[in-house]
């Protein structure tokens, strides 16, 4: 059978798209049922039309699970360029404005949002005052996750804590934390003083750690310990050093409440300590993107003392 030409695309066929970058993203109809928020008949009805439309099979379904075929492959890959250039396009023009407007898409690793040195609730609100019509979308991430997404376009602005400087990527320091180690109650370290804590028995402790490629300091601070396991966000790694079996290096504020409460202890603080500062990371454009220059303008203008390099 002859192939059809396609002819021209409309804003049917761009949501039909959309669906189909959705599903393909989600590895399958169920998982995207919950990212689109709509019903799995609904996306089926969106991809059988899609189908019908290119004149293409795009994927199977079964019992092997969702897979793409040959030609899906090559039609995902072509939509993710499309509809990148038409949100490129859209940003272009909305930041060609007198006031910006289009979305601002920034990421913040775990507990810093709340952190009161990040200042982020005054940032966000004279942000906002400048630029009432920007669309903001925040997002909670893993700190390997917000440098690729930055460098590749899909974030604006990510605030991390700073382990490493990568090419491309650009940095305003923001403050820096003392870390130190810390056991929890029952741990056999807990309510011991410094003094009574020797380097072999840190050495011992099963340690719970990040699971980054540290800077130097860090490396050199967990290279000869017991390393356990790993638990990026700091929730979740405060609950296994909490539960008595681990010990985890915590920056100090975020360890304090715990500490004040006896829940948690420093222990080794002479020997066990190192500094990690907290970044704002964007990528330089030659695009215009007035909403993120005046958000990245907002942050230097709170934190007056910002550097562009972290102190150690």
Known sequence: MAAHALGQLGDFEIK???VFKTVVECEGFSAAETELNISRPTISNHIANLESRLDLK????????????EEGEVIYEQTKQLLGQLEQFRNTINNLSASPSGQLKIAVSDTLSQDKRCQMPDIFRVFHQKAPNVEMHVDVEHMKAMEKLVLTGQLDVAIIPY???LEGLSYIHLFTDVHYLYCGHGHPLFGLDDAEISEEKVREQKLIHAGLKPHEEVYQ???QMNLAGTSYFYESRIAMILSGC???FLPEEIARPYVENGELQAIATASKQFRLGVAVIYKKSSQPNRAKE???QTIRE????AEES???
Request: some cysteine.
């Open 58 to 69: 795009l994927c199977r379904r079964g019992r092997g699970g969702f897979a793409l075929t």
């Open 16 to 18: 039909q798209l959309k």
């Open 221 to 223: 601070q967990i290279s």
């Open 302 to 305: 709170i934190h007056l003392g």
């Open 163 to 165: 382990h490493r400087r």
């Open 310 to 312: 972290p102190p150690y």
């Open 246 to 248: 681990y010990t985890g």
């Open 294 to 296: 005046l958000f990245l």
